[in-house]
């Protein structure tokens, strides 16, 4: 299963960390295909991303979700991986 994919599953703690581990793997396997390979970049992504959320929901026609859940921290990590 693609991240993206996977991401839309993520319901549960567990979920959560099964993608944590598909990330980190696809780090290991695809790293030239990541946009923010250290960590520096990779928090200032999140932090972007985040800041510019609202847009992104938006653009989706979705609602902004009122309190973070486990699928949301999973988006915000996907989307740090290519987030500039």
Request: aromatic fraction near 12%.
């Amino acid at each position: 299963m693609k991240l993206p994919e996977k991401v839309a599953t993520i319901q549960t703690r567990k979920d959560f960390i099964s993608f944590v581990h598909l990330l980190i793997q696809d780090l290991r396997e695809n790293h030239t295909e990541w946009e923010n390979r250290d960590l520096e970049s990779f928090l200032e992504a999140i932090t972007a991303w985040v800041e510019d959320m609202e847009g992104y929901y938006q653009n989706k026609g979705l609602p902004l979700p009122r309190q973070p859940d486990w699928n949301l921290f999973g988006q915000i990590l996907l989307a740090a991986k290519i987030y500039e």
